[in-house]
Structures are given as C-alpha cells and as structure tokens.
Antibody
C-alpha cells in the first residue's frame, strides 16, 4: 500500500520560504506524477503543481512565480518550496500521487496533510 | 480557469435515504470529472473518476453520472460513514485542475 507523509515547519514567517517534503513508502517516485495540493477555508482545495521523475513540472499559474517542486529518487521523496510566503498561504498542505492508467489524472493517494501557518 | 460550482452547499439526509449532489462546470470538461469524499480530519479520498467509474474499493452505493458541464453524485442509501464533505474536480484542463467548493452531507 502506497503511503505519503508530509514533513516540514508548521510555522513560517511572512516573506520567508515555505518548504515541505513528502516521503513515499510502498512505492517508488520513479513512476507516476507526484504533486502538492493545499486546502484553506478561504480558497478550498487548490492544486499547486506536480512533477514527474524526469523533472518535468507543471505549476498553477497563480503561484508559478513563487513555487518550485523537485524530486529526489535516491530518498524516494519530493519537495515543495513556496517563496515570499504571506498569510494567504496559510493552509493544510497535502502531497499526492496522481493515478496512473485509467484513472489518470485523478488523485489516487494523499498524504495525511500538514498545517502550515504563515505568521510573525 | 474552469470554475466548478457545487450544490447544495449543505444536504441534510437521514440514514438509509438517497442523496443527490450536483456539480456544474463553467465550460465543458467532457467526462473528465472526479469526485472525492473528505471526512473530518482526513485527506480527501477518490470515489469516482471519468464521471462515472468507481475507484478501487468504493462501495456500489456511490454512483456518478453526467458529461459536459452537468454532473451528479448519487449515494443510494446513506450509511453513517458517508456523512462527510464531497468535492468534484475537473481534470480536463491544466492549468490548473480545479475543485468545487464542496457539499456537506449532514445528518438530518
């Protein structure tokens, strides 16, 4: 069974960079697309972006200038960096695996989510 | 960006009753629509993809229908574990794939 686990600071200061890592177990990041989704009371569920093992990335245009997703196959992890954080970035952040096969590109596996608050 | 609109915002249903949830897209997404269930304190769970195909392990009481701009999720006989928030998501156009704002199914 594939499991995803987010890790990173729960509190980020305004203007700093929000950094999260997702560790994958029960499967390899060398297959499928891997992504980040966030959820806030104000904006609901929002795709941030996703990455494939070859390094190809796709980002939400609303965040594209500030976001970077990378992948480390040696650690079976992928990561999110969101620069110049503001209070509007306060949300629960989920890492996710996009379906392969027939259910592509629905999200088949989700991490448990991690609350990130942007505040001084 | 495609806007997904769900109705109603809250649906009050008794156990054993049928629940019908609606999702509308601001432009056609063909059949590229998924439904997710989110229980309190948990991540969303994939229920339906391609508008009408149940994901692995999803009970038969969940069914999806529709295409283009109008979609429906039906829960034929509500069980206690079905009281949750349900989201639709279009995955026809990136960027970005977009979610509806959710329908909360609560106990009547």
């Amino acid at each position: 069974q594939v499991q995803l686990q987010e890790s990173g600071p729960g509190l980020v200061k305004p203007s700093e960079t929000l950094s999260l890592t997702c560790t994958v177990s029960g499967g390899s990041v060398r297959s499928y697309f891997w992504g980040w989704i966030r959820q806030s009371p104000g904006k609901g569920l929002e795709w941030i972006g996703y990455i494939y093992i070859n390094g190809d990335t796709n980002y939400n245009p609303s965040l594209k200038s500030r976001v970077s997703i990378s992948i480390d196959s040696s650690k079976n992890q992928f990561s999110l960096k969101l620069s110049a954080a503001t209070a509007a970035d306060t949300a629960v952040y989920y890492c996710a695996r996009v379906c392969g096969g027939d259910c592509y590109p629905a999200v088949e596996y989700w991490g448990q989510g991690t609350q990130v608050t942007v505040s001084s | 960006e495609i806007v997904m609109t769900q109705s109603p915002a809250i649906l009050s249903v008794s156990p054993g009753e049928r629940a019908t949830l609606s999702c509308r897209a601001s432009q056609s997404v063909e059949s590229n629509l998924a439904w997710y269930q989110q229980r309190p304190g948990q991540a969303p769970r994939l229920l339906i993809y391609d508008a009408s195909t149940r994901a692995t392990g999803i009970p038969g009481r969940f069914s999806g229908s529709g295409s283009g701009t109008e979609f429906t999720l039906t829960i034929s006989s509500l069980q206690s574990e079905d009281f949750a928030i349900y989201y639709c998501q279009q995955n026809y156009v990136w960027p970005p794939w977009t979610f509806g704002q959710g329908t909360k199914v609560e106990l009547k």
